[in-house]
């Protein structure tokens, strides 16, 4: 059950090989060895995860399965799910049993998958590394010596250790990406508005996307048919035709133009990981692409744009933990201004209340034109960039992330040096385009990930061309040798 | 010293849908605390706001009732700051871009028209309410009222003085009853009004520093407030005193205004578009099926009741003087009732028991059809109107036929001109000494005859027939 | 750009977390860091761009005025640390 891709676990059920119940109990039992090591989840709960196992053994038994029913999927603490403790990765809500789903899990239990537990992650999924989370660090797999990647860094963990067949993560900045190539799984990033942010905790409204965490673009196509679809619930949800990313997932990819941007291919780009991205390259130009060279000017002023909108309207989103209705509350306080102040000082970790205070400075008097507006006209430069390139090229290829899986600790007291990790990255979440890490290659054997960005809605697209490079390399295949 | 006093007002209007602004939760009032708070309302991880169409709706028709322009683009902004009754922590409403533009309402004090210019109008949620004396030194938080949606509707600094105010706040509030986008109902909070008062002295560009009295749900207390006030301010003034900006509680008890602690103390409140939300447009389509649908206003409506149903101004103001009058006068002319009758009759005796009773039009237990079944038997000649009025006291508050009650009372008019002729000349031999009378030129008697006609009919005969006849044979 | 004690306080004040002066020292050191990415925006020339807030270029939808939604005390007052009457509770609001 081990290597199974979502596809093999699907037919092994059918055929009756083993049920939902024996391969839940497998992964728990996988977790039961291996969790503590790596510390990729936040709640394990077996009377939960069997009881679902057992509703879809019968839902198997009714003729009525499902590609995913039966199969269970690693949720990232970011989606509430009714009855199970959602913490976001923060004591603010160390003690919140979420009162209802999140759209994103209601759409995995409609299909009968199992919800084999949550996921450990940045705090707020602020974070490119899994350090900032209040249930302590994530390991990687590949070197529990090493950081995962971030903000979904348990569900990359999960994955990557084989301790979960796949996982929900989510990717404001690069959190799915970056996660992906630090851990060797591919992760797919939608277009903004394709799947439904209801019940799923808000950092910063306008460039959060939920995806699927898989070891091939074949099962991120299937784990995109069950979490994509427009939802009456939330504002920002495309209404569009429902697609199926299986069906064209093995179409040629001949003819097809690849862009290349000079400017993922600067000083910052390590020459190693820059080897492996243009043997990525040759790959496609071996399985019948063009290459061409295309320009993305303002991507250097991504960085700086994200740090002013992500964190105001985080800081807007976090006004809510406030200790009234939910979550955390301090203990002592003798007026309501002490119970706010002591409450957001206990409850939240330091990189969310630095957050928090640049967004608040962002948007406070005097300064909203300066930089909130200023920021926001720059992101339509930013997304202006994508469009001229996508007159030459079908999809554009580059670096996920700039750096291979480092050791814990090692840029966490430098924000900045933190906030690079998403040079590659933010840039598509400000354009709202879909982005996709898969692995292609190993640099002193820690897993080296390659991005496709596409236009909007290319999804089945992207899906198709990452598998196409996967039908022909073994990177995904590859696992890291304690957790085979 | 002679000092003008200057005036604003900011009106939160409660709008009448079945449900919040951005979620699916109930707008009614009066339940258990937090009965109506969902999962919106108590802003739990996660939520996220959709927008009540019919909400847009009342916007719309606010709109076009002050002859406002509705922009055809608007957009929802968080307006951040802390109070345990704003779950979210923000309030969503409106900044830069409001739904409704500049418009105006026309306000009339004695024979004086004034038009108060209306600078915007826009759509946000309401808060929640804190709730004292649960426990010492403790506040209770009921969100039922979180999230219900709200018009505020902003006025150019025009009322000069607290009669304009309270004349302006009542035609509004008259207004959104009228267009049925709010009940009104100041006690339960549908309607406050935020009264911005300062002074200069007269002939003075500059205007004065403003203090904002808020949340003034009576117009009682609007004029005490401001009439306090602006006597406060004049005072400070020519006490050499600076006024503050500030915001102020007006205390009914006390009959003064004070200084609010804390809340508003210059909060930044760090506007920006909401990211949940997208832009509201709103169709040209959309605002023509609206106008459409709209009854005519007021003013519209009085016009037509003078020019075409030859109603006295005073009567056609009394007819449109809220919604509920007019609906009944609309619904006794759909049963062919004349305008004037009908006008008539609701504005003296309908209105007169009503107010023994101290009952509302709209509760009242005549009904428009049981009245229009009454009025049309005086307009068939049935019966005369004294005879009706005898009627109308049997059928207030009974549930008869209108023809059962003229039968049982024995009140068919005697329309029968020879049964009429027959009592005439009978009152006529009886009563040789009044037709001397009148011969020899004293017309009094002539309407004492008559009197003796209809005594003699037991009020039965048609006055006006019997006048006619009368006249007829004295001429002979 | 430098932040000042009072300007972080200010901030503190505004966002409700309370800082301590150690605190507000390695703060401002991190956030003059930060501003100083930000203001690499300041060398564009960005007169006569729209600002783009949100990705693709749909407009608000509406949602039909229907009550929906139940009354769920039994599991919203759980959640809550402290209630009474169906209230929430906290230390007193002084208006």
Redo the contacts between chains.
């Keep these: 059950m081990l290597n199974l891709s979502l596809k093999e676990l699907s037919e092994c059920l059918k055929e009756k090989k083993f049920s939902s119940v024996e391969l839940t109990h497998f992964f728990l039992n996988r977790l039961d060895l291996h969790n503590e090591s790596i510390n990729a989840f936040i709640t394990i709960d077996k009377d939960k995860s069997l009881a679902m196992a057992k509703r879809s053994d019968e839902m198997i038994k009714e003729g009525n399965q499902n590609y995913l029913t039966g199969i269970p999927i690693a949720q990232k603490d970011i ?2 799910a009714e009855g199970w403790k ?1 913490s ?1 990765g923060s004591k603010m ?1 160390d003690n ?5 789903d ?1 759209t994103v899990i209601n759409k995995f239990n409609a299909v009968g998958a199992v919800n084999l537990g949550k996921t450990n992650m940045d705090e707020f999924a602020m974070g490119s590394s899994n350090e900032t989370s209040f249930y302590g660090n994530v390991k990687n797999p590949w070197d529990i010596k090493t950081v995962p990647g971030g903000s979904s860094g348990g569900s990359a963990a999960a994955v990557a250790g084989r301790l979960a067949p796949a996982a929900t993560a989510t990717d404001t900045g690069g959190s799915i990406r970056q996660p992906a190539s630090l851990c060797g799984l591919t992760g797919l990033k939608p ?3 394709l799947v439904s ?6 950092f ?3 460039l959060d996307q939920a995806g699927p965490m898989c070891h091939t673009a074949e099962d991120c196509a299937a784990m995109m048919n069950v979490m994509s679809g427009h939802d ?5 949800s ?2 569009r035709e429902k697609e199926n990313y299986l069906t064209s997932i093995n179409d040629p990819i001949k003819g097809l133009k690849i862009g290349i941007p000079k400017e993922f291919f600067s000083d910052g780009l390590e020459p190693e990981i820059e080897k492996i991205i243009e043997q990525g390259i040759n790959e496609y130009k071996k399985l019948g692409a063009e290459i061409v060279e295309i320009s993305l000017p ?1 991507n ?2 991504s ?3 994200y ?2 909108i992500a964190p ?2 985080a ?2 989103n ?3 933990y ?5 979550g955390y ?1 301090t203990k002592e ?10 409450t ?2 206990e409850g ?1 970790g330091d990189e969310v ?2 957050r ?3 967004g ?6 005097g300064y ?1 034109d ?12 930013i ?1 202006e960039d994508f469009k001229k390139a996508f007159e030459n090229c079908d999809v554009i290829l580059g670096p996920s992330a700039p750096s291979v899986a480092f050791p814990i600790g090692d840029k966490k007291e430098d ?2 040096k933190m ?1 690079m990790q998403d040079v590659y990255t933010i840039s598509t979440n400000l ?3 879909p982005g996709l890490s898969m692995p292609a290659g190993l640099m002193n054997k820690l897993p080296v990930g390659i991005q496709l960005i596409g236009n ?1 809605f290319s999804e089945a697209k992207l899906l198709n061309i990452a598998n196409i490079f996967q039908m022909n390399t073994g990177w995904h295949n590859l696992s890291p040798e304690e957790f085979k | 010293m002679e000092w003008e006093v200057v005036i604003g007002i900011e009106t939160h209007t409660q709008l009448k849908t079945e449900s919040k602004i951005f979620s699916g939760a109930s707008t009614n009032f009066g339940s258990e605390p937090n009965a109506h708070a969902c ?1 919106i309302s ?10 009540n169409e019919e909400a847009v709706n009342c916007a719309i028709r606010f709109g076009l009732a002050v002859d406002a322009k509705i922009a055809e683009h608007s957009i929802f902004a ?1 307006k ?1 700051y ?1 109070y ?1 009754d704003l ?4 309030q969503i409403s409106q900044f830069e871009l409001p739904v409704v533009g500049e418009g105006s309402l026309s306000i009339s004090l004695g024979d004086e028209n004034k038009r108060i210019r209306i600078l915007r109008a826009h759509l946000e949620e309401d808060a929640g309410k804190s709730v004292h004396g649960i426990e010492e030194g403790k506040s209770g ?1 009921d969100l039922n009222r979180a999230g219900t949606p709200l018009l505020e509707i902003v006025t150019e600094p025009d009322m000069s003085s607290a009669e304009e105010a309270v004349a302006y706040a009542k035609k509004l509030h008259e207004l959104v009853q009228w267009i049925g986008i709010c009940d009104g109902n100041m006690q339960e909070g549908n309607f406050r009004c935020d009264v911005n008062v300062s002074v200069k002295k007269k002939g003075d560009k500059k205007l004065g520093t403003r203090r904002e009295i808020k949340n003034l749900n009576s117009f009682k207390f609007i004029k005490q407030a401001v009439d306090y006030e602006v006597n406060w301010q004049i005072e400070k003034l020519e006490d050499g005193g600076k006024i503050k900006q500030s915001t102020i509680l007006f205390d009914p008890d006390s009959g003064e205004t004070r200084e609010m602690r804390s809340k508003e103390e210059a909060n ?1 409140y ?3 578009p909401d ?4 832009p509201l447009v709103i169709s040209q389509e959309k605002i023509n099926t609206i106008k459409s649908e709209m009854y005519e206003l007021p003013s519209q409506m009085k016009l037509k009741l003078v020019k075409e149903f030859g109603l006295s101004n005073y009567d056609a103001d009394g007819i449109t003087s809220n919604i509920d009058v007019a609906n009944f006068f609309r619904e006794l002319l759909s049963f062919k009732v004349s305008a004037k009758l009908a006008s008539n009759w609701i504005l003296t005796n309908l209105f007169s028991r009503l107010n023994e009773s101290n009952i509302d039009i709209k509760n009242s237990p005549l009904r428009a059809n049981k009245l229009a079944e009454l009025i049309l038997r005086i307009e068939d000649k049935t019966i005369s109107n004294n005879a009706a009025k005898k009627v109308f006291d049997e059928i207030w508050d009974q549930d008869e036929k209108v023809d059962d009650v003229i039968e049982k009372l024995g009140l068919k008019q005697i329309s029968n001109l020879n049964e009429v002729e027959d009592i005439l000349n009978q009152v006529l031999q009886d009563n040789e000494a009044m037709v001397e009378e009148y011969k020899s030129g004293k017309d009094k008697a002539f309407n004492a005859l008559i009197g003796q006609v209809m005594k003699a009919s037991k009020g039965k005969a048609n006055p006006g027939q019997v006048s006619q006849l009368l006249k007829d044979k004295l001429t002979d | 750009m430098k932040f000042d004690n009072d300007e ?1 306080k200010k ?2 004040h ?6 301590n002066e150690k605190e507000a020292i390695k ?1 401002s050191e ?2 003059e ?3 100083g ?6 060398q ?1 020339n ?1 007169d006569c ?8 270029d ?1 407009t ?2 509406f ?1 039909e005025d229907k009550v929906t939604e139940g009354d ?1 005390r039994e ?2 007052l759980k ?4 209630t009474d009457q169906s209230l ?1 509770i ?4 002084i208006e």
């Design positions: 989606f509430c959602t976001c809500l919140f049993i979420a009162p209802y999140s277009t903004y508005g942010r209801y019940g799923m905790i808000a910063a409204s306008s009456p619930k939330d504002s920002t495309i209404l303002n250097h002023l960085i700086p744009v740090y002013v105001a309207e800081s807007s976090l006004s809510r406030d200790g009234v209705r939910y509350r306080y003798d007026d309501l201004m002490e119970m706010y102040c002591k957001r000082e939240f209340k630095r928090i205070m640049i608040t400075y962002v948007l406070s008097a909203y300066a930089y909130y507006l200023k920021a926001q006209k720059i992101r339509r430069l997304s924000p900045l906030y354009a709202g385009l909007y | 999962l108590l802003a739990y991880p996660g939520v996220l706001p959709v927008l968080r951040n802390f345990p779950p979210k922590g923000y938080i930044d760090r506007y920006f990211p949940d939300l997208l | 972080i901030i503190a505004l966002a409700r977390i309370n800082i703060v991190k956030l860091g930060i501003l990415l930000i203001d690499q925006m300041t564009v960005t761009i729209e600002p783009m807030a949100h990705a693709l749909i608000q939808p949602r769920i599991k919203s959640l809550s640390k402290e929430f906290v230390p007193r609001v």
